[in-house]
């Protein structure tokens, strides 16, 4: 499967992004899927994640409560509505998938697709 992530900018503290990813290739129904970030001079982390069977999406602590991350099956996409923003959101972020179960989620090396990436600058 191929993702292809989208809806990036450069926005004031307290903003609101949509970020987008969109899966061709091979349905998206079967997998699981997510999102990481990567701040400058940072480690890759991870953010959300929503399982293929649904249920009850995870969030990193310091996104919960700000982030929702939701899927559309019939379009084949993955969304990260990203409220509150803040500085220290600022970071590339990338939309992950794995068919079934990611098992550990919160390990970027348990998810095998990985998306290209797109920008998200927070202003203060």
């Known amino acids: 499967v191929q993702l292809q992530a989208s809806g990036g900018g450069l926005v004031q503290a307290g903003s609101s992004l949509r970020l987008s990813c969109a899966a061709s290739?091979?349905?998206?129904?079967?997998?699981?899927a997510g999102w990481f970030r990567q701040a400058p001079g940072k480690e890759r982390e991870f953010v959300a994640a929503?399982?293929?069977?649904?249920?009850?999406?995870s969030y990193a602590a310091s996104v919960k409560g700000r982030f929702t991350v939701s899927r559309d099956r019939a379009k084949n996409t993955m969304y990260l509505q990203m409220n509150n923003l803040k500085p220290e959101d600022t970071a590339v972020y990338f939309c992950v998938a794995q068919r079934g179960s990611a098992g550990n989620e919160g390990s970027a090396a348990n998810w095998g697709y990985w998306g290209q990436g797109t920008q998200v600058t927070v202003s203060s």
């Open positions: 929503i399982a293929w069977g649904g249920g009850d999406p």
């Open positions: 290739g091979r349905s998206f129904r079967n997998y699981s």
